[in-house]
């Protein structure tokens, strides 16, 4: 059981959560753009773009990146 608990807790592959009007991108290395209208995420390997208008990051946090915005387009590459 607290093996699970510290996997958990410790993890370190990104996920992204993509919801109606946010993406949710947990364990991101950087932002690489930033604008209204895209935003490009390094990940472990992975390039994430988020495409739309009015793009906000709502929360910045060492390990968690919220964009908010009309969202038209997410990809990962």
Do not use: P
Not at 40 to 61: A, H, P, R
Request: aromatic share 8%; hydrophobic share 40%.
């Amino acid at each position: 059981m607290f093996r699970n608990l510290r996997n958990y807790v410790k993890e370190d592959k990104y996920k992204i959560n993509i919801m109606d009007d946010y993406v949710d991108v947990l364990n991101y290395q950087k932002i690489l753009v930033f604008d209204d209208n895209n935003i490009v995420v390094e990940l472990d390997k992975k390039t994430l773009t988020i495409k739309g208008t009015s793009l906000i990051i709502n929360k910045l946090m060492n390990n968690e990146l919220l964009i908010k915005g009309n969202i038209c387009l997410v990809e990962i590459r």
